[in-house]
């Protein structure tokens, strides 16, 4: 409440022009309007729709990766340099190659949004994969678990947990960054061209609407969605205790 009512406040006394940065007051408004005529949901709905099919992808290919670069050496000397190098290169460099290939629609934000988060996710199971202690492994082995699937599902994953939650968390902030930025170019209603909509506007009160969005979003899915199944897996696979201080 103190922030709301500084905000209007400095709004007022400082003299902004709407222009340059919205009050409370026109904020409030554009929201409000905005959700009456369901341009913000369709934008939330597309936004959200792109975002689910590329997060799904880059934690697919992303553990694939992971997992060949922690069990061999060749792969991870290889494509694993391949890949930490590629980390560095901002997701949105590849949107005009995303744009060649594709066209200015959906697959290309898909693409980009996928790239934002996958080469996080391949280090991140990497790293939990190797940090496992080679007795685990090997008790494993000698009880006769064995190296197939249950190798994986009852050794590798509860040992790289961790690991692998971080990448996960890290990889949603990372293609949400990557969707926003695709959608400012790309075709297609989304919170980033609602965003580029305002700009060419200079509605800014509708870039801040969206800007406010993509942060609720963003928290409430980290708090609600990724910190819960963190917590029920680490009691589930043992790391935790299930009780409540």
């Known amino acids: 409440m103190v922030i709301l009512v500084t905000w209007e406040a400095a709004y007022r006394l400082i003299g902004w022009e709407s222009w340059k940065f919205p009050s409370l007051f026109q904020t409030v408004e554009s ?15 597309n936004s959200l729709r792109r975002l689910f099919i590329a997060f799904a992808i880059s934690l697919s290919i992303g553990m694939v ?4 670069f922690a069990k061999f050496k060749a792969v991870d000397d290889t ?3 391949l ?16 744009i060649i290939w594709f066209g200015f629609n ?22 939990g994969i190797k940090n496992i202690p080679p007795i685990y492994l090997r008790a494993a082995q000698t009880l006769g678990t064995g190296n197939g699937w249950r190798m994986f599902t009852q ?28 959608e400012l170019i790309a075709n297609g209603a989304g919170l980033g061209q609602l965003l580029q909509d305002g700009r060419g506007l200079g509605d800014t009160a509708l870039m801040l609407n969206v800007v406010i969005i993509i942060a609720v979003l963003g928290t409430l899915s980290d708090h609600f969605c990724f910190k819960k199944l963190e917590d029920r897996l680490l009691v589930r696979y043992g790391l935790e205790s299930n009780s409540k201080s």
Do not use: C, E, K
Not at 155 to 181: K, N, Q
């Open 65 to 68: 990766l992971g997992l060949m």
């Open 79 to 81: 494509i694993g340099f």
């Open 155 to 182: 050794i590798l994953i509860p040992g790289a947990f961790p690991h692998l939650m971080t990448g996960v968390r890290v990889s949603w902030a990372f293609a949400w960054r990557a969707l926003v930025a695709g």
């Open 106 to 127: 959906d697959v290309s934000v898909i693409f980009i949004t996928a790239l934002g988060a996958t080469w996080t996710m391949s280090i991140a199971t990497r790293t």
């Open 31 to 45: 929201f409000y309007s905005g959700f009456v005529h369901g341009q913000l949901l369709d934008a939330i709905y």
């Open 83 to 98: 890949v930490i190098a590629l980390q560095t290169v901002p997701s949105i460099a590849w949107l005009p190659f995303a």
